[in-house]
């Protein structure tokens, strides 16, 4: 028997429309009204609540009736508007019906009017946090790969064979440093053993180019952490250890007179590496802990009134033991702000700590052979400029800021700075990468969550969990 063939119904218009406003998250009342307008235009029944359910351009575009698609076509272009991520899904259905998109202008802010069927856009370009140029970097890289804009999504052979699939030039790169994240945190994890979480937040905040506070009590493998990781990113290491003598100098270097020159030379002090070590921070004056400030957010250091850049990549990496015990200084809270996450090492578990002793008992010990690079400097710092491409939509960082600004009324008015919620959805950004995505969801945010903002709230990781999910609950009533 012959297959019975799919008829095409006339109310999946409203499904269609209804599949590209959800693709940015939840649609505003604006943006369906808009389309219910547009849709009356064509004579096509508003959207209904049926309509908004899991869809996809392959499934929806063959049920749309031919005479239908060119007015819905120009609807879909204008109610997604310069949002990428709609207009990405927008694009998809125009490609499907075999409409081309290339050679006219972008449409004005407010849309063209239906009736116009052909707009130029970055068809496959997923959306990115940066300027014009890096936006124009992405395009010449795709016209080097010989990848036309309609050829990014879907390409068609004039022979009807089908085409080799296009990989969009930023998935391809979230998809190699996603494999790198993962291949780096598989072979710290085989030397700090039972600490594979651990070590995915670490990467996770130095990806984001944001320095980690390490709190734990001493002998849980903290300084081994920190030593390893480096060591697996191919970067230069260095370790200072703060104690209560050590001076400001000690840390940033000074200028000291060259009898042999007859003329006084800046002598390089720790801090000028690649990863800094900063082993028990809290033990410091906080004189000394002040010497910090400007290298970990300025990545300078100013002596005698000169100023030297650190080299790319720098990170610091700082160990404190907890503020209760013996010899402790507390931090500023400027310092402690500048670290983007605060994360516990812990203590192994039963097994865990087993595997420890027989590995560190045994003959030949992790630290008597280091570990050999899994990539390069260069390419973690290809991580960090992956990183700020990946797109987070105006509705996550609403989002991000709605709980921020909760937090603060929340917390009595304890400062939550600017500097914290930029850290959240830059940590979040990275998390995205690790998840293989190139776009933020507000679960990235609430997975980072405890470790941006615990310190910053005098609080512990599981109350910050806490806080959010009553936000949540009260921002869905």
């Keep these: 028997m012959s297959a019975v063939p799919v008829m095409p119904r006339e ?16 649609p505003s009342r604006a943006s369906i009204d808009q389309a219910n307008q547009l849709l009356a235009r064509l004579v096509l029944p508003p959207l209904a609540e ?20 060119a007015g819905l076509c120009d609807l879909l272009l204008q109610v997604a508007g310069q949002e990428p991520l709609r207009r990405r899904v927008a694009e998809a259905f125009a490609g499907l019906w075999g409409f081309d998109l290339r050679g006219a202008p972008p449409p004005a802010t407010a849309g063209p009017p239906v009736g116009e069927r052909v707009v130029r856009a970055v068809v496959g370009q997923l959306p990115r946090h940066q300027d014009g ?13 010989g990848v036309t804009q309609q050829e990014v999504y879907r390409s068609r052979s004039p022979s009807g064979s089908p ?4 990989v969009d030039p930023l998935r391809a790169r979230v998809a190699r440093v996603q494999a790198e994240m993962l291949e780096v945190i598989r072979a710290t994890s085989g030397v700090v053993i039972g600490k594979n979480d651990v070590v995915t937040r670490v ?31 191919g970067t230069r290491f ?23 020159a007859g003329a006084f030379t800046f002598r390089p002090g720790p801090v000028f590496t690649n990863i800094l070590l900063a082993d028990e921070i809290n033990r410091a004056t906080p004189k000394t802990q002040s010497a910090l400030l400007e290298v970990m957010e300025e990545r300078t250091v100013t002596v005698d009134g000169t100023t030297h850049r650190m080299s790319d990549p720098f990170q610091v990496l700082a160990t404190m033991n907890p503020i209760d015990h013996d010899g402790t200084y507390a931090l500023p809270a400027a310092q402690i702000d500048r670290f983007m996450m605060m994360i516990e090492v812990g203590y192994p578990t039963p097994e865990d700590e087993v595997r420890v002793l027989d590995t560190h008992l045994a003959e030949s010990r992790p630290e008597d052979a280091p570990l050999a690079a899994v990539i390069s400097a260069e390419a973690f710092v290809e991580w960090q400029r992956t990183v700020p491409m990946i797109h ?16 603060r009324r929340q917390n009595g008015g304890t400062p939550v700075s600017t500097r914290a ?45 806490d806080r959010l999910r009553l936000l949540a609950a009260q921002r869905a009533r």
Excluded: N
Excluded at 52 to 59: D, I, L, N, R
Excluded at 135 to 143: N, P, Q, Y
Excluded at 238 to 260: E, I, S, W
């Design 11 to 26: 109310g999946e218009a409203g499904r269609v429309v209804a599949t590209m406003l959800v693709a940015a998250g939840a």
């Design 50 to 69: 049926r309509d908004f359910v899991p869809s996809t351009p392959e499934e929806l575009a063959p049920l749309v009736p031919h005479h239908q698609r």
């Design 133 to 145: 140029a890096s936006l124009a970097a992405g395009v010449d890289e795709r016209k080097e790969q």
């Design 163 to 166: 085409a080799q699939p296009v």
């Design 203 to 233: 990467l996770v905040a130095m990806a984001a180019r944001g320095h980690v506070l390490l709190v734990d009590a001493p002998g849980v493998g903290k300084t081994l952490l920190c030593k390893t990781i480096a060591a697996a990113l």
């Design 238 to 260: 260095g370790r200072v250890q703060l104690t209560p003598d050590l001076m400001p100098m000690d840390v940033t270097g000074a200028t000291v007179f060259d009898p042999r």
């Design 392 to 407: 987070a939509s105006s509705e996550v960082k609403r989002v991000a800021v709605a709980y921020v600004d909760a937090l």
């Design 421 to 465: 919620t930029l850290a959240w959805v830059r940590a979040a950004q990275a998390r995205a990468i690790l998840a293989g995505r190139e776009f933020v969801v507000e679960g990235d945010l609430l997975d980072v969550a405890p470790d941006v903002l615990r310190h910053r709230l005098g609080a512990t990781a599981s109350e910050v969990r």
